[in-house]
């Protein structure tokens, strides 16, 4: 079964520095799609940054990076010069082939000023 | 144009009541999901459709009945509400038969509150 791990439920940082929020999966698939969303208290879930598992370049998108390692099955979001609209819960989520996409628990990140 | 839309956003009704949660896309997509976020914000999936199908139905109490009439939609009825279904409900979109790395696009949720 497929499954993602966010060992973080919390996690708060400065404004202006870097944080990074880590996230555990575990597929038996060797095609499968890595992302994370962003809920703020809007609720909207909004897709932060993807990554291909047949690549190993790491996706980066502006402020936001991930550090891939597949073979230990790790996916974390690294967010540089934080700022306030960024805080948030963070989801990580495993897709594989057409299946279901399946999240984490969530880590909700606090900014602070 | 919202790509996603989901009607009501706030939902309040008594314990034993039938509602129904309405979800419309406008992206083409092939497929359209439910899911469920409880209390402690865990998103778990309900239902999918593929083009009408019903191709993902996980442990979900028979009270709960997708319907699909095309496939830019997909509702949501639930029977004989009880306290433990308050939640919010998202409905989401994806192409499946293409880029499935693209992901999910989901709307905006609807609140549930069933007292």
């Known amino acids: 079964a497929q499954t993602v791990t966010q060992s973080q439920p919390e996690m708060s940082v400065q404004e202006a520095e870097t944080v990074t929020l880590s996230c555990t999966y575990d597929?038996?698939?060797?095609?499968?799609?890595l992302f994370w969303y962003k809920q703020p208290p809007s609720r909207q879930m909004i897709l932060v940054i993807r990554?291909?598992?047949?690549?190993?370049q790491n996706a980066t998108e502006n402020r936001f990076s991930v550090n891939f390692q597949k073979a230990a099955k790790s996916f974390s979001l690294k967010i540089s010069d934080s700022q306030l609209g960024d805080a948030a819960m963070y989801f990580c989520a495993c897709l594989q082939g057409a299946q279901k996409l399946v999240f984490g628990q969530g880590t909700r990140l606090t900014i602070n000023p | 144009d919202t790509a996603v839309s989901q009607t009501p956003k706030y939902l309040v009704t008594q314990m034993g009541n039938d509602k129904s949660i309405k979800c419309e896309q406008n992206?083409?997509?092939?497929?359209m999901y439910w899911y469920k976020q409880d209390s402690k914000k865990f998103l778990k999936i309900m239902f999918s459709?593929?083009?009408?199908?019903?191709?993902i139905n996980e442990t979900v109490p028979n009270r709960f009945s997708p319907k699909s009439p095309d496939k830019a939609h997909l509702n949501l009825h639930i029977n004989s509400l009880e306290l433990g279904d308050s939640a919010v409900y998202f409905c989401?979109?994806?192409?499946?038969?293409?880029?499935?790395?693209?992901?999910?696009?989901f709307g905006s949720g609807t609140r549930l509150t069933v007292v």
């Open positions: 992206l083409g997509h092939d497929t």
């Open positions: 459709y593929n083009n009408k199908e019903l191709i």
């Open positions: 989401a979109s994806s192409q499946v038969t293409e880029v499935v790395g693209d992901g999910y696009t």
């Open positions: 990554q291909e598992a047949y690549k190993q």
């Open positions: 597929t038996s698939e060797s095609d499968y799609y």
